[in-house]
């Protein structure tokens, strides 16, 4: 475990993102998937089997990190350790279904080719607005007016009081901050499910 400062860190805080071997819980992560062994009649081969890095035994199972041809991929075997031939995806009947079969579609659809399919969770359109949620908080925090935010993200030209108080970018400049401060504190495990309607 390394020490930095006197205090011990479970990952080198050195590591980049994309280097430490971090995960969700399967608790947490609706779209971790959960493999066990087959338990019913050989149906057509053995699941194949891709380069796989132990990540961390817990009380609901083994955590393994399944390397892609970029990135990776993580899952949870709840029983044995995954070298059975056949696994089979485990998808409890919770609120969370439709989410975890997209995540085990997603794993079957990469273990066929060895790529890591897209994570529809993040669109490119929720994406840049996380960033703008997030430079809105950085700004409100160091003293920023919602007008200089509006500025700074969205190139507005400056404006008279009265013009700002009637202006539509004005609304969405709230809600920047708004949705990010509810993100900073703790919102932010909505990040991890799938937007439905």
């Given amino acids: 475990m390394p020490s930095v400062g006197g205090y011990d860190f479970a990952i080198d805080p050195k590591k980049s993102g994309n280097e430490a071997a971090v995960v969700w819980t399967a608790a947490t992560d609706p779209t971790m998937v959960l493999l066990a062994p087959t338990r019913v009649a050989n149906t057509g081969g053995s699941t194949p089997e891709p380069a796989a890095e132990f990540i961390a035994d817990a009380p609901e199972g083994r955590y393994v990190r399944y390397r892609a041809v970029v990135g990776y991929l993580n899952a949870l075997h709840v029983l044995g350790d995954g070298t059975c031939g056949i696994i089979s995806a485990v998808m409890p ?69 009265i013009e700002w108080k009637s202006h539509p970018m004005r609304d969405t400049v709230m809600r920047r901050v708004r949705e990010g401060f509810r993100l900073v ?7 991890l499910l799938h937007h439905r309607t």
């Avoid at 504190?185 to 990040?191: E, K, Q, V």
Wanted: without cysteine; proline residues 5%; charged residues 25%.
């Fill in 185 to 191: 504190n703790g919102g932010y495990r909505s990040l």
């Fill in 93 to 161: 009947l919770d609120r969370h279904l439709l989410d975890r079969a997209d995540a085990s579609i997603r794993f079957w659809r990469f273990l066929q080719s060895g790529q890591r399919p897209r994570d529809p969770r993040l669109t490119p359109l929720r994406r840049r607005n996380l960033g703008q949620m997030l430079r809105a908080v950085d700004g409100r925090l160091a003293g920023a007016t919602y007008q200089a935010i509006a500025t700074t993200l969205f190139g507005l030209p400056e404006l008279r009081a």
